[in-house]
């Protein structure tokens, strides 16, 4: 399994912009389909966006399309999520998560078929 720390959480207005990034620690990093998730007070962990091992497929949740941006830099085990136009409602404490694949697959966006996470990073919007 890969260790992941996310990092790039923090306070930002309504509007405003963050970047996230997740340090993988493997170093077959590009055997992994890697995922954001996000989890808000009283609410369950939902899928924010994933992106294939090649970087050539991704799929974003209904509520940040257009808005956020997923990338990975295989060279620097790092996968990013691009945060602009942010909401209130975009507040929670987001976490990386990384699937193994052994071949070309579809982006997985159910909690249990990731096999790795990270602590989360605490991303808040105010009004």
């Known amino acids: 399994q890969a260790q992941l720390v996310e990092s790039g959480g923090g306070l930002v207005q309504a509007g405003g912009s963050l970047r996230l990034s997740c340090a993988a620690s493997?170093?077959?990093?590009?055997?992994?389909?890697m995922g954001w998730f996000r989890q808000a007070p009283g609410k369950e962990r939902e899928f924010v966006a994933g992106?294939?091992?090649?970087?050539?497929?991704?799929y974003y949740g209904d509520s940040v399309k257009g808005r956020f941006t997923i990338s990975r830099d295989n060279v620097k085990n790092t996968v990013f999520l691009q945060m602009n136009s942010l909401k209130p409602e975009d507040t929670a404490v987001y976490y990386c998560?990384?699937?193994?694949?052994?071949?070309?697959?579809?982006?997985?966006?159910?909690?249990?078929?990731?096999?790795?996470w990270g602590q989360g990073t605490q991303v808040t919007v105010s009004s």
């Open positions: 992106i294939s091992w090649s970087g050539d497929s991704t």
């Open positions: 998560a990384a699937k193994t694949v052994f071949r070309p697959s579809g982006i997985a966006t159910g909690i249990n078929e990731y096999d790795s």
């Open positions: 493997r170093r077959t990093f590009s055997n992994y389909n």
